[in-house]
T-cell receptor
Framework: NAGVTQTPKFQVLKTGQSMTLQCAQD?????MSWYRQDPGMGLRLIHY???????DQGEVPNGYNVSRSTTEDFPLRLLSAAPSQTSVYFC????????????FGPGTRLLVL | GQQVMQIPQYQHVQEGEDFTTYCNSS?????IQWYKQRPGGHPVFLIQ?????EVKKQKRLTFQFGEAKKNSSLHITATQTTDVGTYFC???????????FGKGTKLTVNP
């Protein structure tokens, strides 16, 4: 099993550009989520999904869109990148229900100029 | 909304010294999880506590969950350079699957 994979590993964007951060998992996990990590801010939840076709907002959803057409994939879209979105983005997945271990991907480092 | 505070933000120790990080929630938690993130890496699950007053050990690491299920701690005995990283606590509330992470404690160990 590859676990949780994320692409790209690193990306530089100009303000106003759009891009999609890819996340895939092969563990048949129903729950998937996106976090951003900024220095001194810990991990903040952007969006999450409890299953295919179901998504919901987390703590910091503005400027990001998600969709969940399959169990395996959970892409994160930036429609118009801003410097404030410079961050490290982590995707995570887990089995459904409370108290489940979250498995994190290796992360995508995004720099918006 | 639910908040999870973690202290200290940074801790520098000499190898062999003990280390403790504390996690406090504004609300009662249904469970708490601890993760470790090595420099340049991603968070990796360490342990989960569910019961009030629960104590779990993993070699030199001791995890506690408070009686009121609002606080938790991670204690490392006799730190080693391999313990370097940021330790995060994360809790969920009620029936929610969402985890709220603390800001983490960054541990550095001087050999």
């Amino acid at each position: 099993n590859a676990g949780v994979t994320q692409t790209p590993k690193f990306q530089v964007l100009k303000t106003g550009q759009s891009m999609t951060l890819q996340c895939a998992q092969d563990m048949n996990h129903e729950y998937m989520s996106w976090y951003r990590q900024d220095p001194g801010m810990g991990l903040r939840l952007i969006h999450y999904s409890v299953g295919a076709g179901i998504t919901d907002q987390g703590e910091v959803p503005n400027g990001y869109n998600v969709s969940r057409s399959t169990t395996e994939d959970f892409p994160l879209r930036l429609l118009s990148a801003a410097p404030s979105q410079t961050s490290v983005y982590f995707c995570a997945s887990s089995k459904p229900g409370q108290a489940q271990t979250q498995y994190f991907g290796p992360g995508t480092r995004l720099l918006v100029l | 909304g639910q908040q999870v505070m973690q202290i200290p933000q940074y801790q520098h120790v000499q190898e062999g010294e003990d280390f403790t990080t504390y996690c406090n929630s504004s609300t009662t938690l249904s469970n708490i999880q601890w993760y470790k993130q090595r420099p340049g890496g991603h968070p990796v699950f360490l342990i989960q506590l569910v019961k009030s007053g629960e104590v779990k050990k993993q070699k030199r690491l001791t995890f506690q969950f408070g009686e009121a299920k609002k606080n938790s701690s991670l204690h490392i005995t006799a730190t080693q350079t391999t313990d370097v990283g940021t330790y995060f606590c994360a809790g969920s509330q009620g029936g929610s699957e969402k985890l709220v992470f603390g800001k983490g404690t960054k541990l550095t160990v001087n050999p």
